[in-house]
């Protein structure tokens, strides 16, 4: 139980366009999905909290006119990148909290690693 | 932003051998959790300790917490080569469900 599955793994787009990627919990609903980025080698940075139904809470420094994230509904959360340039290459994560937990655990999905050239 | 620090940031050991590796974080927090990642996935979750535990246990992984110091510990016991990967800890404030990484510890287990 609790998989999280994201999609694409990997992008490679050219800068200036536009670039979606999906979070879904498979097997269970999340009010609250998390989005993250990770340099190489280095730990996960809090990029925005995606709440079902609702606004994004974005962390200070992100700016959510980039990284557009929607939360459609209780099993998906899509992270838009806008106008990709090539310091926005980057792995991004999605997590997930079971809303009918009460644990603070959170369920990752796998990765997407994008390229901008 | 992120709290947490976390020593060694490397660690080479021989299978069999325990591995080690500790957090500081710099508030209070609710509880601590322990991930580990393999290299390009994502991170799966190891184990969560409350603010009101001293001392965790799962299989081969044992975890400490001391809130007078603000730190914790991970230690893998009898290490296999499936044990490379990183580390992270990760923070968790009260009545707040976001978690604030740590930098990681890179495992290698030598065969």
């Known amino acids: 139980g609790a998989v999280v599955s994201q999609h694409p793994s990997r992008v490679i787009c050219k800068s200036g366009t536009s670039v979606k990627i999906e979070c879904r919990s498979l097997?269970?609903?999340?009010?609250?999905m998390f989005w993250y980025r990770q340099f190489p080698k280095k730990s996960l940075m809090l990029m925005a909290t995606?709440?079902?139904?609702?606004?994004?809470?974005?962390e200070q420094g992100v700016e959510k006119d980039k990284f557009l994230i929607n939360h459609a509904s209780l099993t998906l959360s899509t992270l838009t990148v806008t106008s990709a340039h090539p310091e926005d290459s980057s792995f991004y994560i999605c997590s997930a909290r079971d809303a009918t937990g009460l644990g603070y655990e959170q369920y990752f999905g796998p990765g997407t690693r994008l390229t901008v050239t | 932003s992120q709290q947490g620090e976390e020593d060694p940031q490397a660690l080479s050991i021989q299978e069999g051998e325990n591995a080690t590796m500790n957090c500081s974080y710099k508030?209070?927090?609710?509880?601590l959790q322990w991930y580990r990642q393999n290299s390009g996935r994502g991170l799966v979750h190891l184990i969560l300790?409350?603010?009101?535990?001293r001392e965790k246990h799962s299989g081969r992984l044992r975890v400490t917490l001391d809130t007078s110091k603000k730190s914790s510990s991970l230690l893998i016991t009898a290490s296999r080569a499936a044990d490379t990967a990183s580390y992270f800890c990760a923070t968790a404030f009260h009545n707040d469900y976001k978690l604030s990484f740590g930098a990681g510890t890179t495992v290698t287990v030598r065969a």
């Open positions: 300790i409350r603010s009101n535990e």
């Open positions: 097997d269970f609903q999340a009010t609250t």
């Open positions: 508030t209070s927090i609710n509880n």
């Open positions: 995606s709440n079902e139904g609702s606004k994004a809470t974005y």
